[in-house]
């Protein structure tokens, strides 16, 4: 009996993997769009023009607290639950800005959309925003991410700034890329807004 609850695990493992792959080449999720102005072996430097967000704030001050509950918010709006019924296309990455005096989790809007074309949110709690303009500084790591891994990261990329002489000029933010069902191959993100002159 156990044999075969072992090999029907397998077996269900292997067709979660199969679809997944299946997924990830039929439909390519859109990711929020930027110019890459620097780069050397440890971190890089972008340029990310404004762009619309459905954004959620919360009191929460970390990865943990934060990524559950705002996921289902703003999912939620995507997936029909806006004043016109409508589904909106899941996008990459999503943006959490985690710090100790509350936090936000957003999913950037299509390119398609403008701010004055997206229905409105049935939960109030979920609001439409454009961002200004930015250069950012970022660094990369795979796995799953978690409050650990993403405050080294963090750490280091301030380091790696300051020791350039580089100025910041904003909080950090968190971008993940993966659902949480891509086992392999995961990316994970830290950018750190900063002043920047091309």
């Given at each position: 009996?156990?044999?075969?609850?072992?090999?029907?695990?397998?077996?269900?493992?292997?067709?979660?993997?199969?679809?997944?792959?299946?997924m990830?080449?039929?439909?390519?999720?859109?990711?929020?769009?930027?110019?890459?102005?620097?780069?050397?072996?440890?971190?890089?430097?972008?340029?990310?023009?404004?762009?619309?967000?459905?954004?959620?704030?919360?009191?929460?001050t970390?990865?943990?607290?934060?990524?559950?509950?705002?996921?289902?918010?703003?999912?939620?709006?995507?997936?029909?639950?806006?004043?016109?019924?409508?589904?909106?296309?899941?996008?990459?990455?999503?943006?959490?800005?985690?710090?100790?005096?509350g936090?936000?989790?957003?999913?950037?809007?299509?390119?398609?959309?403008?701010?004055?074309d997206?229905?409105?949110?049935?939960?109030?709690?979920?609001?439409?925003?454009?961002?200004?303009?930015?250069?950012?500084?970022?660094?990369?790591?795979?796995?799953?991410?978690?409050?650990?891994?993403?405050?080294?990261?963090?750490?280091?990329?301030?380091?790696?700034?300051?020791?350039?002489?580089?100025?910041?000029?904003?909080?950090?933010?968190?971008?993940?890329?993966?659902?949480?069902?891509?086992f392999?191959?995961?990316?994970?993100?830290?950018?750190?807004?900063?002043?920047w002159?091309?």
């Amino acid at each position: 009996m156990k044999a075969i609850y072992i090999i029907a695990s397998i077996g269900f493992l292997f067709l979660l993997i199969q679809s997944y792959q299946l997924m990830s080449k039929n439909f390519k999720t859109e990711n929020q769009k930027y110019r890459t102005v620097f780069k050397d072996a440890q971190f890089e430097i972008r340029f990310y023009p404004a762009a619309t967000f459905a954004k959620i704030y919360s009191t929460g001050t970390d990865y943990q607290s934060v990524s559950g509950s705002g996921f289902k918010k703003l999912a939620g709006y995507i997936f029909g639950g806006n004043d016109q019924g409508k589904s909106i296309s899941m996008t990459a990455p999503v943006r959490m800005e985690l710090s100790e005096k509350g936090s936000s989790m957003s999913f950037v809007m299509p390119e398609k959309y403008k701010e004055t074309d997206l229905p409105k949110p049935k939960d109030a709690s979920v609001h439409i925003v454009k961002s200004s303009p930015q250069y950012v500084a970022v660094i990369g790591f795979g796995g799953y991410a978690n409050d650990e891994k993403i405050k080294e990261r963090r750490d280091f990329l301030l380091k790696l700034i300051h020791d350039k002489g580089i100025q910041v000029a904003g909080p950090y933010t968190f971008l993940g890329y993966n659902a949480p069902f891509q086992f392999w191959g995961r990316k994970n993100e830290v950018i750190i807004p900063i002043v920047w002159k091309e």
